[in-house]
C-alpha cells in the first residue's frame, strides 16, 4: 500500500520549453503533496506544499510563476517547470502525505536535464 | 542552529556490526519523527516512523525518541552491504511539513 507514482522518470528538453510532471497517490487519498528539488549528492530541498482544491505554498526563494503547481484532486498534483533552463536541470521528487498514518509518501522521482 | 541536525558522517561499520544513526530537532512541538533510507539516484524509502517516547523495532531496525532530549535514532543491527546508504530523520508538526536533516552517509564493509 502507500504507491506513489510520477510520470515521467526521465525527461530531456530543450531550454526554453515548459514540462509537465505529474505525481499521483495510487492507493490512498493525499489532501497534502510536497514537491523536492536534489541536486547531485545535496540534501532535499522542499519547494512547495500542495493542498488540494487550494492554491500551493511556497518556500522562500521559489519562484511561483516558474514552477506552477496544480492539485486538483485527492490523488493528483502536477508540477510544471515553465521556460526551462540548463540550471533547473536537477531530481525532482513529489511525496504524498497519507491522512490515515501520517506517513509522507515518496514519487520515485523524475530526473529533469535541460540542453 | 538547524532545525534537523544528523551526524555529518560518512559512517562506515563492518558487516554484522550495529549502526548508529542519531538526530536532534529544534522544534518542541514535533510531533511525527522518520527515518528514510535514499539510495544513490533513488528517492528516499521510508523505513521507520516513531511518534511516541522510547523504542520502536521492526526487524533489524529500532527507532529510539526521546522527546525532553529531542533526539531521534535509528539502530541497525546485523549491517548488510545493502543497507549502504544516506539515511535521512524528517521531523513533522502532522499538520505542516516535515522537516529533513542532511542526511548520513552509512557503508556497510563486508
Known amino acids: 500500500g502507500a504507491v506513489v507514482s510520477q510520470h515521467p522518470s526521465r525527461v530531456i528538453c530543450k531550454s526554453g520549453t515548459s514540462v509537465k510532471i505529474e505525481c499521483r497517490s495510487l492507493?490512498?487519498?493525499?489532501?497534502?503533496m510536497f514537491w523536492y528539488r536534489q541536486f547531485p549528492k545535496k540534501s532535499l530541498m522542499l519547494m512547495a506544499t500542495?493542498?488540494?482544491?487550494?492554491?500551493?505554498?511556497?518556500e522562500q526563494g521559489v519562484e511561483k510563476d516558474k514552477f506552477l503547481i496544480n492539485h486538483a484532486s485527492l490523488t493528483l498534483s502536477t508540477l510544471t517547470v515553465t521556460s526551462a533552463h540548463p540550471e533547473d536541470s536537477s531530481f525532482y521528487i513529489c511525496?504524498?502525505?497519507?491522512?490515515?498514518?501520517?506517513?509522507?509518501?515518496f514519487g520515485p522521482g523524475t530526473r529533469l536535464t535541460v540542453l | 542552529q538547524k532545525e534537523v541536525e544528523q551526524n555529518s558522517g560518512p559512517l562506515s561499520v563492518p558487516e554484522g556490526a550495529i549502526a548508529s544513526l542519531n538526530c536532534t530537532y529544534s522544534?518542541?512541538?514535533?510531533?511525527?519523527f522518520f527515518w528514510y533510507r535514499q539510495y544513490s539516484g533513488k528517492s528516499p524509502e521510508l523505513i521507520m516512523s516513531?511518534?511516541?517516547?522510547g523504542d520502536k523495532e521492526d526487524g533489524r531496525f529500532t527507532a529510539q525518541l526521546n522527546k525532553a532530549s529531542q533526539y531521534v535514532s535509528l539502530l541497525i543491527r546485523d549491517s548488510q552491504p545493502s543497507d549502504s546508504a544516506t539515511y535521512l530523520c524528517?521531523?513533522?508538526?502532522?499538520?505542516?511539513?516535515?522537516?529533513f536533516g542532511d542526511g548520513t552517509t552509512l557503508t556497510v564493509k563486508p
Open positions: 500542495s493542498n488540494e482544491g487550494s492554491k500551493a505554498t511556497y
Open positions: 524528517a521531523v513533522n508538526t502532522n499538520a505542516g511539513k516535515s522537516t
Open positions: 511525496s504524498a502525505r497519507d491522512g490515515a498514518t501520517r506517513n509522507d509518501n
Open positions: 516513531i511518534y511516541s517516547n
Open positions: 522544534d518542541r512541538g514535533s510531533q511525527s
Open positions: 492507493d490512498f487519498q493525499a489532501t497534502t
